[in-house]
C-alpha cells in the first residue's frame, strides 16, 4: 500500500490549494477515500471524506462549504479543492481510505502517507 499526497504550500489566507493523493496497492475505486489532517501540537484529525462512486460526501464542520472533496477511479487519485483558507486550516494533509456508512471519519488503513504540508499565513 503506497499514499502519495501533493499539492500543498504557503499561501495567503483566503487562498485556495488543491491537493492530490495518488494510491496504489488495493483497489482503489472499492474503498471509500477521505483526507485528514495534523497541525502543530495537536491530534490528526477528519477533514473529509467520499463514497466509492464518488456520490457522497462528508466534511467536517470547520471546512463545510470551503473545502470539495472529489476522486477519479481511473487514476487513483483523490483530491481536495480548498478555497477561502484560514490560519487554522495550517496543517499537515494526508489522505487515507476510509470506513464506510456511519464510519467514514474513521481511517483504514494502518499505512500512512508523508502527507503535504499546507501553511495559510494571515
Known amino acids: 500500500v503506497q499514499l502519495v499526497e501533493s499539492g500543498g504550500g504557503l499561501v495567503q489566507a483566503g487562498g485556495s490549494l488543491r491537493l492530490s493523493c495518488s494510491a496504489s496497492g488495493f483497489i482503489f475505486g472499492s474503498v471509500a477515500m477521505g483526507w485528514f489532517r495534523q497541525a502543530p501540537g495537536k491530534e490528526r484529525e477528519f477533514v473529509a471524506a467520499i463514497t466509492r462512486s464518488g456520490d457522497t460526501t462528508y466534511y467536517a464542520d470547520s471546512v463545510k462549504g470551503r473545502f470539495t472533496i472529489s476522486r477519479d477511479n481511473a487514476k487513483n487519485t483523490v483530491y481536495l479543492q480548498m478555497n477561502s483558507l484560514k490560519p487554522g486550516d495550517t496543517a499537515v494533509y494526508y489522505c487515507?481510505?476510509?470506513?464506510?456508512?456511519?464510519?467514514?471519519?474513521?481511517?483504514?488503513?494502518?499505512?500512512w502517507g508523508q502527507g503535504t504540508l499546507v501553511t495559510v499565513s494571515s
Open positions: 487515507n481510505a476510509v470506513r464506510s456508512s456511519s464510519y467514514y471519519y474513521l481511517p483504514l488503513l494502518s499505512t
